[in-house]
C-alpha cells in the first residue's frame, strides 16, 4: 500500500533526513525544499538510472548539460515571452492570488477547465460559487495573465537590456544546440538529445510538498525524426516510458495517460499526452509527452538567422528541419510518486507497526547496511572490514549503523528502505558458535524479513 497521505511523507521525509523546508533555520522560504544525505542519494539515483535507460543504454540519444541563463532572444523565439501564462486572480476580499484554472478544476474537471478562455474563468468561479481558500469567500477578480517566467539581470549595472530569464524548461538549450550536437557527433535520423536539470517557473500557486515548486529539476529528451515519422515516434515513447515508470514498481492502477484536447494542447505542440499518478489529493501530472513539429526550430532558424536544417548523408542535396518528439519528466514529481508509492505500514501483529520504505533495490538511497551485534571494539573492527570490503567491491551505497539496539536498527533501516542488512556477530569472530559459524554473516532481508546465514566469501556475490 502507498502512502495515502501526504502527511505521512513530509513527516518521516523530514525525521529521517530525506526533504527540509528550505532556508529552515530563518523560518523557511515558502515552498523551498531541500534534499537532505538521503533524498540526495535518492534523487541522484533516479537520475542515474534514468541516464542509463535514456542515454547510455540507447544508441540513438546522447547527453547535454547546458546553461540555465541564454540569450533572452532564445524565449522570445520559444514563444515563452508572450505564451508562457497562467490565469491569475485575486480575491477582492483578502488579496490573496491564485491560478483561476487550478481553483477550478476540482469542480469541472482538468479537460473542461484546460479549454476555458481568459475571459470565462472569472465568471465561472462566480457561478460555480468556488470559495476563496484562504477566506471563504467569493468574491474574485477578472483573470489577468501572468508570465512564469523569473525574471533576472546580468552583470553588475542593473539597467535596460540587461534583462535574462532562469530558463523555465531544459528544452530550449538542446534546439539551440541541435547542429553543435549533431555535427560533432554525426548522429543520423531518428535521434536524440538528452538533458537533466533545473528549471524555474514563478508558479501561482505551489505545493504539495515537491510536487508543485518555483524551482525543480527536469529530465527531458528531444528526438529528431524526420517529418512524417512523429507519429509513430510518439507511439514508440509513449509505451517506453510507460515500461519505465512501471518497470519501478509504479502500480498502473495509480497510473493513467490523459490525451490533451485540442483546445488545450500549448502552442508548440501537435499532440500531447500526460501520465498522471493518482497523488493523495488527486491525479497530477508526472510527465508529459508532445510532438512539438518543426515549431521550435523553424523558430530559432528564423529569430537567429542560423541554418538548423539536417543534411541527408545519402543524399546531400537533401535537407530537412525535423520534427520533435518530446518526452519530459519531472524528476522531483518522480523522486516524490516513489517515495509515495515505497511507504508501507505493516502490521506485525499485537499491536506492532512497522513502517517500511520498499524502494527498488536499483535506487534505494542506501544499499546495505553492516551492523555490529554490539559495540565491542574487535566486533567493530571486523565490521568496518566489511564496510570496506563491500564499497570497494560493489561500489553500493553502504551504512555503518552501531547505536541503539540490534531490532532498533533494523527499523531505522526498514524506515529508510535499505534492502539489506549485514549483521556482524561473535560467531563471525569464531567466539561463539550459537550466533554462527566462524566467518560468516547474517544477512536480513527488507521485505520478507528473512535472515540467512551466509560465508563472508560469498557475501560480495550475494549483495551483487
Ligand atoms: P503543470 O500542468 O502541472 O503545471 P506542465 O504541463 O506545465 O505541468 P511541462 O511544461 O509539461 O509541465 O513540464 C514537464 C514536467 O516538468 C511535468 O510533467 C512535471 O513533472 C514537471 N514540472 C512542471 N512544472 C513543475 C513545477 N512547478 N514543479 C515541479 N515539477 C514541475
Redesign the pocket.
Known sequence: MPASSLDSIVSLCKRRGFIFPGSDIYGGLANTWDYGPLGSELKKNVKSAWWNSFVRERQDVVGLDSAILMNPKVWEASGHVTSFNDPLVDCKDCNERFRGDKLLEGKLGVEATAILKLNQVQPMLMAEKIACPNCGKCNWTEAKQFNLMFETHQGVIKGEGDLIYLRP?TAQGIFVNFKNVQTTTRMRLPFGVAQIGK?F?N?IT?GNF?????E???M?IEYFVEPGKDADAFEEWKSTVWDWYTGFGISKERLRIREHEKDEL?HYSSRTI?IEYEFPWGW?????L?NRSDYDLSQHQKFSGADLSYTDPDDPKKKILPYVVEP???????VLTILLEAYTEEDLGEGDVRTVMKFDPRIAPVSVAVLPLSKKEHLIAKAQELYKKIVHETRLTVDFDVTGSIGKRYRRQDEIGTPKCVTVDFGTLGEDDAQGEKDTVTIRDRDSLEQIRIPITKLIEQLR
Open positions: 524548461e528549471a517557473r508558479e505551489p515537491t510536487f508543485r515548486t518555483r525543480f529539476e527536469q527531458e500549448s500526460d497530477g501530472e508526472l510527465f508529459g508532445a519530459s519528466f519531472g524528476c522531483d514529481r518522480t
